[in-house]
């Protein structure tokens, strides 16, 4: 039983456009969000998070959006840049109860970005 | 300062073998997670320690799965009598504040291969 879903294995997008990311989750509990990025060979890197209590947040060209009622986010990356080709990771976590250390990941999109 | 690091970086073990896993935390970090990624898969939550403490180990697979911090720094996740099924990148996390996700911070993974 998939608690975070990223439904697309793979994105390939063109440099300079849009990549959007899409995440679900079924958990009511969880309450806060996080996107990783993972190279080949290296532990994922913490890329942008958001609250429960927001809808956006926005960090450069990266801006995640949170949808709670349908229980759906997603990262939107622009411009794309060559070197944002990666696996991208998202998580939750259920702040409530005292386990907000502990994340529950999807299983990735890997994107490239095509010069 | 150097990040979070992981020896062996690859381990191939034969079925029914005993490995252990090491992992050197970032320094002065009090809290320590250790997940399991399989192919194709997320990181998935195996256990947390504060200091020494293991204060959730909710997500060890079987009793075959031991970690521990004696000293509130290494850790080791040790493996008992390895199954194909344990063939994964064992992923080791610190952070400063646990209460926070997003300041865990990732090593580079162990990448086991039981044959």
């Known amino acids: 039983d998939q608690q975070v879903k990223q439904n697309s294995p793979s994105l390939s997008v063109q440099e300079g456009r849009i990549s959007i990311l899409n995440c679900d989750y079924t958990n009511s509990m969880f309450d806060y969000f996080l996107w990783y990025k993972k190279y080949p060979a290296e532990g994922p890197t913490f890329l942008i998070s958001i609250s429960s209590i927001k809808d956006k947040n926005e960090d450069g060209r990266f801006t995640v959006f949170l949808n709670k009622s349908a229980k759906h986010l997603s990262l939107h990356i622009v411009p794309s840049q060559p070197g944002d080709s990666a696996v991208y990771f998202c998580a939750a976590s259920a702040g409530s109860g005292g386990s907000n250390y502990k994340l529950t990941f999807g299983k990735g999109t890997l994107l490239t970005v095509n010069p | 300062g150097a990040g979070v690091s992981q020896s062996p970086r690859y381990k191939v073990a034969k079925r029914g073998q005993d490995v252990a896993l090491r992992c050197d935390p970032i320094s002065g970090h009090v809290s320590l997670f250790w997940y399991q990624q399989a192919l194709g898969q997320g990181p998935e939550f195996l256990t947390y320690?504060?200091?020494?403490?293991?204060?959730?180990k909710s997500g060890l697979p079987s009793d075959r799965f031991f970690a521990e911090r004696p000293e509130g720094s290494v850790s080791t996740l040790k493996i008992q009598r390895t199954q194909q099924e344990d063939s994964a990148v064992y992923l080791c996390?610190?952070?400063?504040?646990?209460?926070?996700?997003?300041?865990?911070?990732f090593g580079p993974g162990t990448r086991l291969l039981v044959l």
């Open positions: 320690f504060q200091n020494e403490a293991q204060l959730d």
């Open positions: 996390a610190s952070s400063y504040l646990a209460g926070i996700p997003e300041t865990q911070y």
